[in-house]
């Protein structure tokens, strides 16, 4: 199992208090149901986003959705 980094909002979005980031975790907790499985890491970094679950078939899934893109 790796971390995904997606650089998904602005720089100056660098707290997880931030209320798109607050909403992107919930979003990720949601999935990680669905899948029945846990988000074991979840950060922020002036916009970037680090995640990682404890299911490698949902982060191949992810990967793929973001190959896409």
Same mark, same amino acid.
């Given at each position: 199992?790796?971390?995904?980094? +997606? %650089?998904?909002? =602005?720089? #100056? +979005? #660098? =707290? *997880?208090?931030?209320?798109? @980031?607050? &909403?992107?975790? &919930? *979003?990720?907790?949601? @999935? $990680? %149901? %669905?899948? #029945?499985?846990?988000?074991? =890491?979840?950060? @922020?970094?002036?916009?970037? +986003?680090?995640? =990682?679950? #404890?299911?490698?078939?949902? %982060? $191949?899934?992810?990967?793929?959705?973001?190959?896409?893109?």
């Amino acid at each position: 199992m790796g971390i995904i980094e +997606v %650089d998904l909002f =602005s720089e #100056d +979005v #660098d =707290s *997880l208090d931030h209320p798109e @980031v607050v &909403k992107f975790r &919930k *979003l990720l907790e949601e @999935v $990680a %149901d %669905d899948y #029945d499985c846990n988000l074991t =890491s979840f950060n @922020v970094d002036h916009g970037t +986003v680090s995640f =990682s679950f #404890d299911n490698d078939e949902l %982060d $191949a899934e992810i990967l793929r959705i973001l190959q896409e893109l």
